[in-house]
């Protein structure tokens, strides 16, 4: 029973994850970008939703999709105003860009909220599974994180956007060429990192405090879990957030809770040597 309550801490942890990084996956597999930002996206997301509760007394679930649409409109024209304009050039550029509004972005919401950590307390009780226990808020956390995550996966694999998001990524010449606007595109794929940015965010805040000083930490998370389930796909996403979730959960039990982020990037290295692509990436996609 030990070890299944451990698991199962593990799966609601990863669901959690995989929220966070999918919209970071998304970015960088297909604007190459490595968004820097996307950490203090996640805490603005919760602060928000923090700020709906506290000040107005609207239910976070009423919230999420406010607060999604907010963090999409401010990625989209973050990506078509300012990213757009260094995203040919290389690597380093625009993570250097990146940077720069994060440190922005962590200031302003350092000065008006401060760094004290904030939450919203539903207090919804626990549940017992023969003898599994998990509080509410945390099971509903992870079904509200599967649930936008699963939405973003048809969304991509069902609808036109999608498809021209995928045909992007995997050849914005050709994609051009067939008569996509490919920068319109790149603004749409940062609009929708943003947005599951902040509704990570918001689903964080229902479950765990948030304060600006988590936003390296999310924003590690989110490289961990791209490495170890492959970059650019939905699915990669899903599969490295539950994996890295089960993995520290059994790790802080053996080890202690103090060394399970480090066997988190001990395995991400293992994975970088291993299969570079992520366990679900594929070569030439990377």
């Not at 928000?48 to 107005?56: G, I, K, Q």
């Not at 919203?120 to 099971?139: A, K, S």
């Amino acid at each position: 029973m030990f070890h299944l309550q451990t698991l199962v801490n593990g799966v609601v942890l990863g669901a959690l994850y995989a929220c966070l990084a999918v919209g970071f996956s998304l970015v960088w597999g297909v604007l190459n970008v490595i968004n820097m930002l996307h950490g203090s996206l996640i805490i603005l997301g919760g602060y928000l939703t923090f700020f709906a509760w506290h000040s107005f007394g609207v239910n976070p679930i009423i919230a999420l999709p406010g607060v999604a649409l907010v963090l999409y409109i401010i990625g989209y024209l973050t990506q078509l105003l300012v990213i757009n304009r260094v995203v040919n050039q290389p690597v380093l550029t625009t993570l250097t860009l990146t940077f720069g509004l994060d440190l922005i972005l962590y200031n302003f919401m350092t000065v008006y909220y401060t760094a004290t950590p904030v939450r919203v307390t539903l207090d919804l009780g626990v549940v017992d599974f023969g003898g599994v226990v998990m509080p509410i808020d945390r099971l509903l956390g992870m079904v509200l994180a599967l649930v936008l995550t699963g939405i973003l996966y048809l969304v991509m694999r069902s609808s036109r956007l999608g498809r021209a998001i995928v045909a992007v990524r995997m050849d914005r010449t050709a994609a051009k060429l067939m008569g996509i606007r490919v920068h319109r595109i790149y603004a749409i794929t940062y609009g929708i990192g943003a947005l599951m940015a902040g509704a990570a965010g918001a689903v964080f805040a229902m479950v765990y405090p948030v304060t600006t000083n988590l936003t390296g930490a999310f924003l590690g998370k989110a490289f961990v879990v791209c490495v170890i389930g492959g970059l650019g796909s939905v699915l990669g996403a899903l599969v490295g957030g539950l994996v890295l979730g089960v993995i520290e959960s059994f790790a802080g039990q053996f080890f202690g809770p103090q060394h399970a982020l480090t066997v988190g990037f001990l395995l991400m290295l293992v994975l970088l040597v291993v299969k570079p692509t992520g366990l679900t990436g594929i070569k030439g996609f990377e």
